[in-house]
T-cell receptor, first 111, second 113 residues
Framework: GQQVMQIPQYQHVQEGEDFTTYCNSSTTLSNIQWYKQRPGGHPVFLIQLVKSGEVKKQKRLTFQFGEAKKNSSLHITATQTTDVGTYFCAGEVDSNYQLIWGAGTKLIIKP | KAGVTQTPRYLIKTRGQQVTLSCSPISGHRSVSWYQQTPGQGLQFLFEYFSETQRNKGNFPGRFSGRQFSNSRSEMNVSTLELGDSALYLC????????????FGPGTRLTVT
């Protein structure tokens, strides 16, 4: 079936280091969304990418959508403690409007 | 605008029982999706309702069912509960199907003993 693979599962970083999570789909996506879930919370929408090769920035966060619309990445520059949480990608497939979710990448800041 | 609300927030049930969870979407949102989240398992899609019709369904057994009412409120039911059904059940609403973001409720934490 259709899948969105998200890696890594966990990433431990020192505060101030960068963080990146990647999503790869087996099929072309019409768009991809990114969500953040803080510990004990619920997923919160961050951004949506629609166009091939699209790049969007939100302060220290940079989101990219691949040229083939099969992969995407989220990069955080100079992580802060407020960035802690799990980041999910969710891709929408044209055929049935269903969102296919990645397994999430948990960002852990080392003490 | 009020957010997505889910009731109850916490629930403890015994194996073999059934449970009904409720979700009230954001006013004006017509699409409601349900997810199961267990530690380390990410978000597992259960089903999506749009205008009272189930449009998509995940790979869950028939013990999991849902419905949506004319006011877009949704319920999900789990019959013959198993220990493995213990999880956080999240409801999300969106304006429409298509390229609209989903707004999640706080979830219902179900524990099956």
């Amino acid at each position: 079936g259709q899948q969105v693979m998200q890696i890594p599962q966990y990433q431990h970083v020192q505060e101030g280091e960068d963080f990146t999570t990647y999503c790869n789909s087996s099929t072309t996506l019409s768009n991809i969304q990114w969500y953040k879930q803080r510990p004990g919370g619920h997923p919160v929408f961050l951004i949506q990418l629609v166009k091939s090769g699209e790049v969007k920035k939100q302060k220290r966060l940079t989101f990219q959508f691949g040229e083939a619309k099969k992969n995407s990445s989220l990069h955080i520059t100079a992580t802060q403690t407020t960035d802690v949480g799990t980041y999910f990608c969710a891709g929408e497939v044209d055929s049935n409007y269903q969102l296919i979710w990645g397994a999430g990448t948990k960002l852990i800041i080392k003490p | 605008k009020a957010g997505v609300t889910q009731t109850p927030r916490y629930l403890i049930k015994t194996r073999g029982q059934q449970v009904t969870l409720s979700c009230s979407p954001i006013s004006g949102h017509r699409s409601v999706s349900w997810y199961q989240q267990t530690p380390g398992q990410g978000l597992q899609f259960l089903f999506e309702y749009f205008s009272e019709t189930q449009r998509n369904k995940g790979n869950f057994p028939g013990r999991f069912s849902g419905r949506q009412f004319s006011n877009s409120r949704s319920e999900m039911n789990v019959s013959t509960l198993e220990l493995g059904d213990s999880a956080l059940y999240l409801c999300a609403s969106s304006r429409d199907r298509g390229i609209y973001e989903q707004y999640f409720g706080p979830g219902t934490r179900l524990t099956v003993t």
